[in-house]
């Protein structure tokens, strides 16, 4: 999965937010709903699972944070 490919799963989960790949630190500010919204979408698309104890805001700030929360869950593939 890319960056690009993180960006157009959370475009369609959560549209309300820009997902800027050329500003993957840029604040996104989503609701609880967002977070689960995107977490289904993950494991559904990349089979990547969240544990509870990564449900935490710096996780999910930024597509930047999204980006490198699913490197380390999916051991950089």
């Not at 989960?13 to 979408?41: G, K, M, Q, Y």
């Not at 104890?53 to 930024?62: I, K, M, T, V």
């Amino acid at each position: 999965m890319s960056m690009e490919d993180l960006a157009r799963l959370l475009s369609d989960c959560v549209p309300s937010v820009e997902w800027d790949v050329a500003r993957p630190e840029a604040a996104a500010a989503l609701t609880s709903l967002d977070v689960i919204v995107a977490i289904a979408r993950l494991y559904d698309e990349y089979r990547i699972a969240v544990p509870s104890d990564a449900l935490r805001r710096e996780n999910f700030g930024s597509l930047g944070a999204i980006w490198r929360l699913c490197e380390r869950l999916n051991g950089g593939k």
